[in-house]
């Protein structure tokens, strides 16, 4: 049943994209170790998996705003395996606070906090990840990781475990020269990692995972191009979280939004 939701859920956000991908789906990756990435977090509709998440702090995750289209009601921290959900400790439900300026994925503003309806229960299976304190620049071929739960290859299966892949930082200038080949300029504030080039990365689907490069959150997965998720024709696009730390931090100091 949750498979079937995921797949409907999928292709309802694929339809609506055009030409775009969205998701943290890891391309050539491996399984997580229950004991490491314990900020992740699914983003959930209605009990079935639509996106990626991260915890920043006990009251908020961070994810990408397009998912806002699929009516995220939940998220659950503190298990690697999606059927292995126990809803009285590691169910939150959420409220969303999408980025003011946000209309579409091409427009780029890609983010998005979920206030949690209580405080997360942080001990060995949950834990925030830090985000960067001031705006930062990633040097080029930095090798980052991005993890995320779904397709592992172009018209693949939806996996339960979550799967995390390394992935180098891409020139931004460099990327920008591919995409314009495509669909023009990309949208300000984002940083391109992983696809073109490799074989990983991640595909359409289940997006607003994070972007880790030392320790820190540094991105959200925001989009790829969808017709070519195993050996993508140009970079992985995210969301560049520090161009956005005035608007966390005042969410996070007000404690809503």
């Known amino acids: 049943m949750m498979h079937a939701l995921h797949r409907s859920l999928l292709l309802h956000l694929l ?8 998701g943290s789906e890891i391309i050539n990756g491996r399984k ?9 977090a699914s983003v959930q509709s209605n009990g079935g998996h639509v996106c990626g998440g991260f915890l920043i702090n006990e ?17 659950v921290l503190g298990t690697h395996n999606l059927q292995k959900v126990d809803n009285n400790t590691m169910r939150y439900r959420v409220k969303t ?16 906090l979920l ?16 985000l960067p304190n001031t705006e930062i620049t990633v040097k080029d071929q930095s090798k980052c990781r991005v993890a995320g739960w779904g397709l592992t290859r172009t018209g693949g299966k939806v996996v339960d475990g979550l799967e995390e892949v390394v992935v180098p930082i891409v020139n931004l200038e460099d990327c920008k020269k591919k995409w314009g080949h495509i669909r023009g300029n990309l949208p300000a504030n984002v940083i391109c990692a ?21 320790g820190k959150a540094v991105g959200v997965v925001s989009f790829n191009m969808r017709k070519n998720c195993d050996y993508p024709n140009v970079p992985n696009v995210y969301t560049n979280i520090s161009k956005y730390l005035p608007w966390i931090k005042k969410i996070l100091k007000q404690n809503n939004c």
């Open 97 to 112: 606070c999408k980025f003011p300026s946000y209309v579409n994925v091409g427009k780029g503003d890609d983010i998005m």
């Open 32 to 40: 997580v170790p229950e004991n490491l990435m314990l900020y992740m």
């Open 194 to 214: 992983g696809g073109y080039g490799t074989d990983k990365g991640f595909c359409q689907g289940d997006s607003g995972g994070p972007l880790v490069c030392s």
């Open 59 to 75: 009251h908020f995750v961070v994810t990408a705003a397009h998912c806002e289209r699929l009516n995220p009601t939940s998220v």
């Open 15 to 22: 339809m609506y994209l055009g030409p775009y991908a969205l």
């Open 115 to 130: 206030k949690l309806s209580r405080k997360a229960r942080l001990g060995k299976k949950v834990q925030p990840i830090p």
